[in-house]
Structures are given as structure tokens and as C-alpha cells.
């Protein structure tokens, strides 16, 4: 299956800043995805990042918050915007690749204060 | 996002012991059922996957077993270790919803020496 590299792993970062969180893929995947999970707690999508388009966003996630790129079949960034203390999370990429695996990152643990 | 209900929220089972995960979906268009094991700080991985045209798959010490009526999948451990101790997702996802995966609530489980 696809080995998936997040990073960074964690940040702190100044309410009212932006975090990009970059996600790559050791090979060509169909479908890449940004879900939440916060501690404890389940994962939540995002959005589906969808190669040379615009992102598919879920009910309750908008894209001016939470921009997102996939400029080709193995990259995607996710964008957390004007960041509040709610955006205190864990943030995950996952792909699906060959043999309709899906793959997860090992998550960005993100602060803000 | 259509719903998967996960039980129990925790559970705590003696090493050597079975240790059981129950879910329930809603959409009958659900064509995939994977399970994820989680460990603290790491992203979810995948365990054991099963789709609706077998009633049962096991690997190794776990195993899937898959009703399609009553629309509901469990998770078995067998001979559960210490090792095992982590969270458990189970998940679901459809073609005609994107793909993407829908995932249950979580267990958290502590297998005790």
C-alpha cells in the first residue's frame, strides 16, 4: 500500500495566522482525502482533494478556511486559515491507492494559542 | 456523511481473551467495510477489510464477520495481547458517495496482562 508523509507533525501556532500542512505520497494515487480527529475523539472529512480542481468539501468545512491544492497524483496541502483555539486538532491526510487501500498519514497535531 | 454507530465506546478484556467490536451502518450502498487500529500519536492502519459478498474473512488472530440483513459487521480478536491495546475504527465507504470513508466512533481497547 501507498506510505504517506505528513508534515509537520505538530505546530503551535498564533491565533489569527495560517498552517499549511503538506501531504505526500510515495506513489500515483485515484483519491486523496483531509480528515480532522480530535483527541479521543473519531475522524471527521474535510474534504476530498481532487487532482487539478476544486475541492469537494463536506457539510460544515468551507473553503476559505481550509484551502486546499492537489496539483498532481501524489501531493496535496491542506490550509488552516485565520486559525481560532476550535482548530486545536489532529489533521490527517489519507490516499487510496492500489488494491482499494486506504492510507493515513500520521497526522498533524496543530495547536493554536 | 451517513452514519456507522461503533460499541462499546471502551473496552477492557484479559489477555487471552476475545475481544469483541460491534458496528451498524445505515447505507445500503455501502460496498466496503475496513477496519482501522490506531496507536497514540500515529494515524489510523488498516487491520482487516471485508465486502458484502462474504459473510466472514479472518487473518490471523482477526477476523470480520459481515451481516448484510441486518446490516452490521464485528471485529474479533482472538487470544487478544497487550499489544493490542489501542482505538478501533470501523468504517464504511461507497462509490456512489464519493468514496470516501465514513467511520464509527471509536473503541478504545486495554487488553490487561
Known amino acids: 500500500s501507498a506510505v504517506i508523509s505528513q508534515k509537520p507533525s505538530r505546530d503551535i501556532c498564533q491565533r489569527g495566522t495560517s498552517l499549511t500542512i503538506q501531504c505526500q505520497v510515495d506513489?500515483?494515487?485515484?483519491?486523496m482525502f483531509w480528515y480532522r480527529q480530535q483527541p479521543g475523539q473519531s475522524l471527521t472529512l474535510i474534504a476530498t482533494?481532487?487532482?487539478?480542481?476544486?475541492?469537494?468539501?463536506e457539510s460544515g468545512f468551507v473553503i476559505d478556511k481550509f484551502p486546499i491544492s492537489r496539483p498532481n497524483l501524489t501531493f496535496s496541502t491542506l490550509t488552516v486559515s485565520n486559525m481560532s483555539p476550535e482548530d486545536s486538532s489532529i489533521y490527517l491526510c489519507s490516499a487510496l491507492g492500489t488494491g482499494w487501500v486506504y492510507t493515513f498519514g500520521s497526522g498533524t497535531r496543530l495547536t493554536v494559542v | 456523511q451517513q452514519q456507522v454507530k461503533q460499541s462499546p465506546q471502551s473496552l477492557i478484556v484479559q489477555k487471552g481473551g476475545i475481544s469483541i467490536i460491534n458496528c451498524a451502518y445505515e447505507?445500503?450502498?455501502?460496498?466496503?467495510f475496513p477496519w482501522y487500529q490506531q496507536f497514540p500519536g500515529k494515524g489510523p492502519a488498516l487491520l482487516i477489510a471485508?465486502?458484502?459478498?462474504?459473510s466472514e474473512k479472518k487473518e490471523g488472530r482477526f477476523t470480520i464477520s459481515f451481516n448484510k440483513s441486518a446490516k452490521q459487521f464485528s471485529l474479533h480478536i482472538m487470544d487478544s495481547q497487550p499489544g493490542d491495546s489501542a482505538t478501533y475504527f470501523c468504517a464504511a465507504s461507497s462509490p456512489n458517495a464519493g468514496n470516501m470513508l465514513t467511520f464509527g466512533g471509536g473503541t478504545r481497547l486495554m487488553v490487561k496482562p
Open positions: 482533494a481532487n487532482q487539478g480542481s476544486e475541492a469537494t468539501y
Open positions: 471485508i465486502r458484502p459478498d462474504v
Open positions: 506513489s500515483q494515487v485515484t483519491m
Open positions: 447505507n445500503t450502498a455501502f460496498d466496503y
